[in-house]
């Protein structure tokens, strides 16, 4: 009895294994049989509906990398799936399965949409190791088209506010050759989640991507109207860069300048030197700030900055060629001063009569004796400077030259507080302006 069982298992499982089989068999053979009736017959030189109503090609984006972007050149690059989606009355079927997952090589046998990027510079299909494209067939007739590309499209820029500025970059694409009036382009998933950026697919260093922004656009040309869909990817630049590599050495440099203010009036070297260095300096730091930049007609918010430090700087070495100016002015004048108080003192100790004229000379012997007479120094005046202090720039040798310039005196209050106004305000003006970009239209629906 037990072996009777034991017999009677095994039969029934070898039935049900080669049922299985044969399904296996029956159902690869109706999958083979219903591409080859789709096929037949069919003209992929014909869009779906030739002749009738218009075909919607539903699309969406998945963004596996976005970046690097480019200021020079004006364009962004991106990595991404882009999937179409249309009906095609002619490729529904009946059969075992659902969906037809098939290969890129039943591409080429059914019709496809032309679908190009309008703004694209250059645009690359991934085909390592085999074709990057997805392929499918429902069976109501739906087609599911997606590929694996990589974009590099033009982004006009705008940059007065660089580099608190922030862009807007479209991408465009429809079809080339067929108008409105034969395919209309949908967002398959609306217009808010048909296009999904992940945070980990962004690979941007001075850029923070803040939105993006999807519509529906009509392209007008003279051969028609066509339909056009546009994603634009707002991005924010980032000002740290910027910051520690020229916004703060700019105002050092400033400040540095100012330092001249405290040196003595008389150290001219000193005074001479650290003007026209930071004079230099300045003028490095603002060629170095351009080199990441196009070429541009406009000033931009650096170069408006970059200008004003400039003129401080500038105006610092003016303010010390002044004061060095007017300390000359004030010299010369003691000196005419002096020269002509020592005249009126030799005239008035000159004696009425002559009996002060030694016998073995004449009277201008008698006048160099007194003017030697009165050249020696009194036992109370001050001792001199020994001679190689009074060559030295920082000692004068006309004690009442000494002591600070009044134009010093109100440069160290007057420029520090006109530097510190102007940040404020052009800070305040950048940080608090939009500085983001208007999207550009091509027209409007």
Not at 363 to 369: C, D, I
Request: aromatic share 12%; net charge positive.
């Amino acid at each position: 009895m037990a072996i009777l069982k034991v017999t009677l298992v095994i039969f029934m499982c070898w039935i049900s294994l080669g049922n299985a089989n044969g399904n296996d068999k029956i159902s690869s053979d109706n999958i083979t049989r219903i591409l080859d009736r789709l096929l037949d017959g069919y003209d992929n030189r014909l869009r779906p509906g030739s002749g009738g109503g218009v075909t919607e090609v539903k699309t969406d984006i998945f963004v596996t990398s976005f970046g690097p972007v480019s200021d020079v050149e004006m364009e962004f690059t991106m990595d991404m799936f882009f999937r179409q989606m249309w009906v095609d009355e002619r490729l529904k079927f009946e059969g075992p399965t659902e969906i037809l997952r098939l290969n890129n090589k039943m591409v080429d046998k059914i019709w496809t949409p032309d679908t190009f990027f309008r703004n694209s510079k250059k645009a690359i299909s991934h085909n390592t190791t085999t074709p990057n494209k997805l392929f499918r067939i429902m069976k109501n007739g739906t087609v599911l088209y997606t590929m694996r590309l990589t974009i590099s499209a033009e982004c006009p820029m705008s940059l007065m506010d660089f580099p608190m500025d922030g862009h807007t970059c479209p991408l465009r694409f429809g079809s080339y050759a067929y108008t409105s009036s034969e395919i209309m382009f949908t967002w398959r998933k609306g217009p808010i989640a048909s296009v999904d950026c992940p945070a980990e697919s962004i690979s941007l260093l001075q850029y923070d991507l803040v939105r993006n922004i999807l519509s529906s656009e009509i392209f007008r040309s003279n051969t028609g109207h066509y339909s056009v869909q546009v994603v634009h990817f707002h991005l924010q630049r980032k000002l740290g860069y910027y910051l520690i590599q020229t916004y703060i050495p700019l105002i050092m440099v400033v400040v540095l300048s100012q330092v001249s203010f405290w040196i003595n009036k008389e150290s001219v070297p000193a005074r001479t030197v650290a003007g026209i260095t930071t004079v230099l300096t300045m003028t490095t730091l603002s060629i170095s700030a351009r080199q990441s930049l196009p070429k541009v007609a406009y000033a931009t918010a650096m170069d408006w900055f970059i200008a004003v430090c400039f003129a401080f700087v500038a105006s610092a070495l003016i303010e010390f060629a002044a004061v060095n100016y007017f300390a000359t002015l004030q010299a010369h004048h003691l000196k005419k001063r002096k020269a002509r108080q020592d005249k009126l003192e030799v005239l008035a100790s000159t004696p009425d009569d002559g009996e002060t004229v030694s016998s073995d000379g004449g009277p201008q012997e008698g006048l160099k004796k007194r003017n030697h007479s009165m050249a020696r120094s009194e036992p109370g005046d001050a001792p001199q400077l020994p001679i190689f202090l009074q060559q030295g720039s920082a000692f004068p040798q006309n004690p009442k030259l000494a002591g600070t310039s009044p134009i010093d005196k109100y440069s160290r209050i007057l420029f520090p507080l006109a530097f510190a106004l102007f940040n404020g305000f052009y800070w305040y003006i950048y940080l608090a302006k939009d500085t983001m970009e208007r999207a550009r239209y091509i027209s409007h629906n």
